[in-house]
Protein backbone atom coordinates (compact mmCIF):
# COMPACT_ATOMS: atom_id res chain seq x y z
CA UNK A 1 0.00 0.00 0.00
CA UNK A 2 1.45 3.28 -0.53
CA UNK A 3 2.78 5.62 2.32
CA UNK A 4 2.03 9.15 2.93
CA UNK A 5 4.95 10.72 3.92
CA UNK A 6 4.37 12.29 8.43
CA UNK A 7 7.31 12.42 9.32
CA UNK A 8 8.36 15.16 11.81
CA UNK A 9 12.13 16.10 10.56
CA UNK A 10 12.44 18.12 14.22
CA UNK A 11 14.07 15.75 16.73
CA UNK A 12 13.62 18.13 19.70
CA UNK A 13 12.69 22.12 19.62
CA UNK A 14 14.10 24.52 22.35
CA UNK A 15 12.34 27.83 22.08
CA UNK A 16 14.09 29.03 18.33
CA UNK A 17 16.37 26.54 18.04
CA UNK A 18 15.49 23.19 16.75
CA UNK A 19 17.28 19.57 16.48
CA UNK A 20 16.94 18.08 13.01
CA UNK A 21 18.09 14.75 12.04
CA UNK A 22 19.64 16.00 9.53
CA UNK A 23 21.85 17.68 11.68
CA UNK A 24 22.50 14.83 13.95
CA UNK A 25 23.92 12.88 10.80
CA UNK A 26 26.44 15.49 9.82
CA UNK A 27 27.46 16.35 13.59
CA UNK A 28 27.79 12.20 13.89
CA UNK A 29 29.51 11.77 10.64
CA UNK A 30 32.11 14.41 11.88
CA UNK A 31 32.34 12.74 15.28
CA UNK A 32 33.13 9.12 13.55
CA UNK A 33 35.31 10.82 11.61
CA UNK A 34 37.60 12.29 14.99
CA UNK A 35 37.37 8.68 16.11
CA UNK A 36 38.35 6.20 12.98
CA UNK A 37 41.46 9.14 13.01
CA UNK A 38 42.09 9.06 16.59
CA UNK A 39 42.11 5.00 16.55
CA UNK A 40 44.14 5.10 13.45
CA UNK A 41 46.49 7.04 15.46
CA UNK A 42 46.38 4.33 18.30
CA UNK A 43 46.98 1.72 16.20
CA UNK A 44 50.59 3.89 14.61
CA UNK A 45 48.74 4.10 10.94
CA UNK A 46 48.92 7.51 11.40
CA UNK A 47 52.16 9.58 12.77
CA UNK A 48 49.68 12.92 13.51
CA UNK A 49 50.11 15.25 16.49
CA UNK A 50 47.09 14.97 18.91
CA UNK A 51 46.27 18.72 18.51
CA UNK A 52 46.55 18.33 14.80
CA UNK A 53 43.52 15.50 14.75
CA UNK A 54 41.24 18.37 16.52
CA UNK A 55 42.08 21.16 13.19
CA UNK A 56 41.99 18.94 11.01
CA UNK A 57 38.39 17.78 12.00
CA UNK A 58 36.94 21.52 12.40
CA UNK A 59 38.98 22.39 8.47
CA UNK A 60 37.27 18.77 7.07
CA UNK A 61 34.19 19.71 8.16
CA UNK A 62 34.47 23.49 7.30
CA UNK A 63 35.46 22.20 4.09
CA UNK A 64 32.63 19.78 3.32
CA UNK A 65 30.18 22.27 4.45
CA UNK A 66 31.31 25.25 2.39
CA UNK A 67 32.03 22.99 -0.93
CA UNK A 68 28.59 21.15 -0.94
CA UNK A 69 27.02 24.68 0.32
CA UNK A 70 28.47 26.11 -3.18
CA UNK A 71 28.52 23.49 -5.59
CA UNK A 72 24.00 23.65 -4.71
CA UNK A 73 24.10 27.30 -5.09
CA UNK A 74 26.41 27.69 -8.41
CA UNK A 75 25.19 24.11 -10.01
CA UNK A 76 22.08 23.35 -9.00
CA UNK A 77 19.88 26.82 -7.91
CA UNK A 78 21.67 29.99 -9.17
CA UNK A 79 19.23 31.90 -10.77
CA UNK A 80 17.61 31.52 -7.34
CA UNK A 81 20.25 32.68 -5.09
CA UNK A 82 21.71 35.67 -7.46
CA UNK A 83 18.01 37.39 -6.57
CA UNK A 84 18.23 36.21 -3.10
CA UNK A 85 22.25 36.21 -1.97
CA UNK A 86 21.76 36.42 1.82
CA UNK A 87 20.00 32.90 1.16
CA UNK A 88 23.42 31.47 0.28
CA UNK A 89 24.18 31.94 4.30
CA UNK A 90 21.37 29.77 5.27
CA UNK A 91 22.04 26.78 4.82
CA UNK A 92 19.74 25.18 7.83
CA UNK A 93 17.18 25.97 4.77
CA UNK A 94 18.62 22.92 3.20
CA UNK A 95 20.64 22.53 0.18
CA UNK A 96 23.99 20.97 0.36
CA UNK A 97 25.38 19.49 -2.56
CA UNK A 98 27.11 15.76 -2.56
CA UNK A 99 29.27 16.55 -5.06
CA UNK A 100 30.65 19.32 -3.44
CA UNK A 101 31.07 17.69 -0.34
CA UNK A 102 33.20 15.19 -1.96
CA UNK A 103 35.31 17.92 -3.39
CA UNK A 104 35.65 20.15 -0.60
CA UNK A 105 36.78 17.63 1.65
CA UNK A 106 38.98 15.82 -0.73
CA UNK A 107 40.61 19.62 -1.11
CA UNK A 108 41.20 20.39 2.65
CA UNK A 109 42.25 16.58 3.59
CA UNK A 110 44.99 16.80 0.55
CA UNK A 111 46.03 20.33 1.71
CA UNK A 112 46.31 19.49 5.53
CA UNK A 113 48.65 16.54 4.60
CA UNK A 114 50.97 18.47 2.55
CA UNK A 115 51.23 20.48 5.41
CA UNK A 116 51.35 18.26 7.85
CA UNK A 117 53.39 15.72 5.78
CA UNK A 118 51.02 12.72 6.18
CA UNK A 119 49.96 10.44 3.20
CA UNK A 120 46.72 11.88 1.60
CA UNK A 121 46.03 8.20 0.88
CA UNK A 122 46.22 6.53 4.36
CA UNK A 123 44.17 9.63 5.70
CA UNK A 124 41.71 8.93 3.04
CA UNK A 125 41.50 5.56 3.19
CA UNK A 126 40.41 5.43 7.10
CA UNK A 127 37.77 8.35 6.87
CA UNK A 128 36.21 6.27 4.11
CA UNK A 129 33.93 3.81 6.13
CA UNK A 130 32.87 6.85 8.58
CA UNK A 131 32.25 9.14 5.60
CA UNK A 132 30.01 5.98 3.43
CA UNK A 133 28.07 5.03 6.74
CA UNK A 134 27.11 9.06 7.07
CA UNK A 135 26.18 9.75 3.77
CA UNK A 136 24.20 6.57 4.48
CA UNK A 137 22.17 8.24 6.88
CA UNK A 138 22.10 11.51 5.14
CA UNK A 139 19.74 9.93 2.40
CA UNK A 140 17.41 8.36 5.30
CA UNK A 141 17.73 12.05 7.03
CA UNK A 142 16.22 13.35 3.60
CA UNK A 143 13.61 11.21 2.98
CA UNK A 144 12.50 11.95 7.02
CA UNK A 145 12.79 15.61 5.73
CA UNK A 146 10.26 14.57 2.26
CA UNK A 147 12.83 16.23 0.30
CA UNK A 148 14.75 14.95 -3.14
CA UNK A 149 11.75 13.28 -4.08
CA UNK A 150 11.89 10.07 -6.74
CA UNK A 151 9.87 9.89 -10.00
CA UNK A 152 6.26 9.00 -10.13
CA UNK A 153 4.97 5.57 -9.82
CA UNK A 154 2.38 2.96 -9.01
CA UNK A 155 4.77 0.30 -7.15
CA UNK A 156 2.99 -0.71 -4.14
CA UNK A 157 5.62 0.67 -2.02
CA UNK A 158 5.34 4.37 -3.22
CA UNK A 159 5.24 7.50 -1.14
CA UNK A 160 2.97 10.34 -1.36
CA UNK A 161 5.15 13.56 0.02
CA UNK A 162 3.77 16.93 0.78
CA UNK A 163 3.94 19.20 -1.90
CA UNK A 164 4.59 16.55 -4.68
CA UNK A 165 2.18 15.72 -7.12
CA UNK A 166 0.98 11.42 -7.44
CA UNK A 167 2.74 8.36 -5.53
CA UNK A 168 6.80 8.59 -5.95
CA UNK A 169 9.87 6.08 -5.82
CA UNK A 170 11.31 6.49 -2.23
CA UNK A 171 14.83 7.39 -4.12
CA UNK A 172 16.19 8.78 -1.04
CA UNK A 173 16.02 5.50 0.63
CA UNK A 174 17.15 3.40 -2.76
CA UNK A 175 20.67 5.73 -2.22
CA UNK A 176 20.93 4.81 1.48
CA UNK A 177 20.67 1.22 0.57
CA UNK A 178 23.59 1.52 -2.40
CA UNK A 179 25.72 3.51 0.19
CA UNK A 180 25.46 0.47 2.53
CA UNK A 181 26.15 -1.89 -0.34
CA UNK A 182 29.13 -0.14 -0.82
CA UNK A 183 30.28 0.30 2.98
CA UNK A 184 30.03 -3.42 3.29
CA UNK A 185 32.19 -3.96 0.10
CA UNK A 186 34.41 -1.13 2.20
CA UNK A 187 34.55 -2.95 5.53
CA UNK A 188 35.81 -6.52 3.02
CA UNK A 189 38.39 -4.43 1.17
CA UNK A 190 39.48 -2.92 4.66
CA UNK A 191 40.65 -6.42 5.39
CA UNK A 192 43.06 -6.94 2.74
CA UNK A 193 46.59 -5.90 1.89
CA UNK A 194 46.66 -3.00 -0.88
CA UNK A 195 47.79 0.32 -1.49
CA UNK A 196 47.03 3.72 0.36
CA UNK A 197 44.28 5.41 -1.31
CA UNK A 198 42.62 2.09 -3.22
CA UNK A 199 39.94 1.87 -0.63
CA UNK A 200 38.81 5.55 -1.07
CA UNK A 201 39.38 5.73 -4.81
CA UNK A 202 36.92 2.53 -4.24
CA UNK A 203 34.25 4.29 -2.29
CA UNK A 204 34.93 7.38 -4.63
CA UNK A 205 34.19 5.39 -7.96
CA UNK A 206 31.42 3.28 -6.09
CA UNK A 207 29.81 6.03 -5.00
CA UNK A 208 29.45 7.72 -7.93
CA UNK A 209 27.86 4.50 -9.96
CA UNK A 210 25.33 4.11 -7.16
CA UNK A 211 24.23 8.03 -7.60
CA UNK A 212 23.90 7.17 -11.41
CA UNK A 213 21.79 4.00 -11.21
CA UNK A 214 19.56 5.47 -8.39
CA UNK A 215 19.23 9.37 -9.94
CA UNK A 216 17.11 7.14 -12.82
CA UNK A 217 14.54 6.99 -10.09
CA UNK A 218 14.59 10.61 -9.30
CA UNK A 219 12.94 13.51 -10.28
CA UNK A 220 15.34 15.94 -11.64
CA UNK A 221 15.59 18.03 -15.26
CA UNK A 222 18.09 15.78 -17.51
CA UNK A 223 20.11 16.42 -20.05
CA UNK A 224 20.83 13.89 -23.04
CA UNK A 225 19.04 11.33 -21.00
CA UNK A 226 21.22 12.23 -17.27
CA UNK A 227 20.71 14.43 -14.82
CA UNK A 228 23.29 16.86 -13.61
CA UNK A 229 24.28 14.80 -10.86
CA UNK A 230 24.19 11.92 -13.13
CA UNK A 231 26.91 13.50 -15.08
CA UNK A 232 29.26 14.74 -12.34
CA UNK A 233 28.62 10.61 -10.75
CA UNK A 234 30.03 9.61 -14.36
CA UNK A 235 33.03 11.74 -14.01
CA UNK A 236 33.77 10.37 -10.71
CA UNK A 237 33.32 6.89 -12.22
CA UNK A 238 35.66 7.49 -15.00
CA UNK A 239 38.16 9.35 -13.02
CA UNK A 240 38.68 6.47 -10.37
CA UNK A 241 39.41 3.97 -13.32
CA UNK A 242 41.80 6.73 -14.38
CA UNK A 243 43.21 6.79 -10.86
CA UNK A 244 43.11 2.97 -10.84
CA UNK A 245 45.07 2.46 -14.27
CA UNK A 246 47.72 4.87 -13.41
CA UNK A 247 48.28 4.24 -9.61
CA UNK A 248 47.18 0.57 -8.88
CA UNK A 249 47.59 -1.40 -11.75
CA UNK A 250 50.83 -2.72 -10.81
CA UNK A 251 49.33 -4.36 -6.98
CA UNK A 252 48.51 -7.70 -9.11
CA UNK A 253 51.84 -7.49 -10.83
CA UNK A 254 54.02 -6.95 -7.17
CA UNK A 255 51.90 -9.57 -5.67
CA UNK A 256 52.82 -12.13 -8.41
CA UNK A 257 56.59 -10.67 -8.03
CA UNK A 258 56.33 -11.37 -4.44
CA UNK A 259 54.95 -14.75 -4.62
CA UNK A 260 57.86 -16.24 -7.18
CA UNK A 261 60.62 -14.12 -4.62
CA UNK A 262 59.34 -16.17 -2.25
CA UNK A 263 59.17 -19.34 -4.03
CA UNK A 264 62.82 -19.22 -5.37
CA UNK A 265 64.36 -18.13 -1.62
Known sequence: MPYTHAINPTLLELGPFEIRFYGIVYALGFFLAYWFIKKAKKQGLLDIQEGDIDNFIIYLALGIILGARLVHVFLWNPSYYLQNPLEILMIWKGGLAFHGGILGGMLVAYWFCKKKNLSFGRVADVLSIPAVFALALGRIANFINGELWGTVTNVNWCVNFK????????????????????LGFLLVLNQKKRKDGFIFWSMFGLLGLSRLIV???????????????????????????????????????????????????
Open 215 to 265: DFFRENARVIGLSLGQWLSLAMVILTFWVYFKYYRTVEEENEESNESEKTD
Open 163 to 182: GAEGCRHPSQLYAAFGRFVV
